[in-house]
């Protein structure tokens, strides 16, 4: 399989050890799908990557074949109840980090402690949290990166273009509005399936009146 089609992995950036059968299952998912990936990654250990817009269950099962492909060891959050039964070792094995509700400080504090603890982490986030058109993003990614120290890296599903768009690295100000402007200006092209825009609705009636 080609393996210019796919960035190089920077070595400061966490990646898979072993795990063959799923890297190479990885490799076949992608390589069928007929998705390609624009953009370098850049060479941070930490940070926190957002992907939108989410508008199809494609966009997480090629999402993952491509990281697997890459050979990138990207960490996600779940409820805590996805890690029990017996599941919290599969789970973690993919990634996973259960979410620690009784935790006063909540996901934030804790995401921020794993940060301040790894040698290098990239975790990965969805702003909408559903395929469907949202009002506003879910901002708990910024309060992470904000806490922790750590830059955005925004990727961009293009559906339309069938291809991952990996933008360059953002280090939240502390003005979070500011800082929403700014990842919504990277988004702003690109559509997801049916078209649906990258924006949350109230951006883009905010821009509709002319609101800055």
């Known amino acids: 399989m080609n393996e210019a089609r796919y960035p190089i992995l920077p070595p400061e950036v966490p990646q898979l050890r072993g795990q063959r059968v799923l890297r190479w299952l990885g490799h076949l998912i992608y390589w069928l ?12 250990a930490k940070a926190v990557a957002i992907a939108a817009p989410h508008s199809s ?17 990207a960490a996600w959050m779940g409820k805590d109840s996805l890690f029990k039964f017996g599941l919290g070792g599969i789970m973690r094995a993919f990634g996973g980090i259960a979410t620690d509700r009784s935790n006063r400080s909540g996901a934030v504090g804790q995401m921020s402690r794993l940060f301040a603890e790894a040698s290098n ?17 879910r901002t708990g990614f910024w309060h992470i990166a904000q806490e922790a120290g750590v830059p955005l890296v925004p990727i961009a599903i293009d559906f339309e273009a069938r291809c991952f768009v990996i933008g360059p690295p953002y280090q ?27 924006l949350p609705l109230e951006r883009l009636e905010a821009e509709a009146q002319g609101t800055p």
């Open 33 to 44: 799908s007929g998705w390609r990936i624009r953009g370098e990654f850049p060479p941070v």
């Open 121 to 137: 982490m990239w975790l990965v986030l969805a702003p909408e949290g559903t395929r469907k058109p949202v009002r506003k993003w």
């Open 172 to 198: 939240p100000t502390g003005d979070k509005a500011r800082d929403l402007a700014a990842l919504y200006e990277f988004y702003r092209p690109f559509r997801g399936k049916g078209g649906k825009s990258a």
């Open 57 to 73: 269950n494609w966009d997480g099962i090629i999402g993952i074949s491509c990281a697997y492909a890459l050979g990138l060891r």
